[in-house]
């Protein structure tokens, strides 16, 4: 774990100025790969033309030089065991790095009640099924 003891250092107002100054801070920004081609939603259709997953990530390798330093994707739709090698040549080439990847479980009719918490039986399994799933990701 990161050591933030720092952060209890106590400051009167001028040595806060100063300390503001006297830094400076190197945010790190990543893209969820949905932000390229949105889907629907219960509110309205989708308003762009659907894009491969291929297709996103070269439109995200492009953003590198924005500062984009990591994406985002959710399993099993967006990253998976069928196209990771799509994410690793990304890092590869631009040093973008896949920083997170949730389990997706809200387009799937089945889970529109729920899905880990859902009182059916076998909705539940499914949802917990797709997170097993997502627990071998790690080992991509």
Known sequence: MIDLLYQKTHRSPEELIKHLDSFKVNPKFSVGIWYFSPGGSRFHDRFVPAMSI????????EMKHLGVDGVEAHYPGEINEDNVHIYKHLEKETGIKVVGIPFA?????????????????????NAIDIAIGHSTVGKF
């Open 105 to 125: 479980h809200f387009y799937d009719k089945q889970f529109e009640f729920e899905a880990m918490s859902s009182p059916d039986p076998e909705v539940r399994k």
């Open 54 to 61: 291929e297709d996103r990530i070269n439109f995200l390798a």
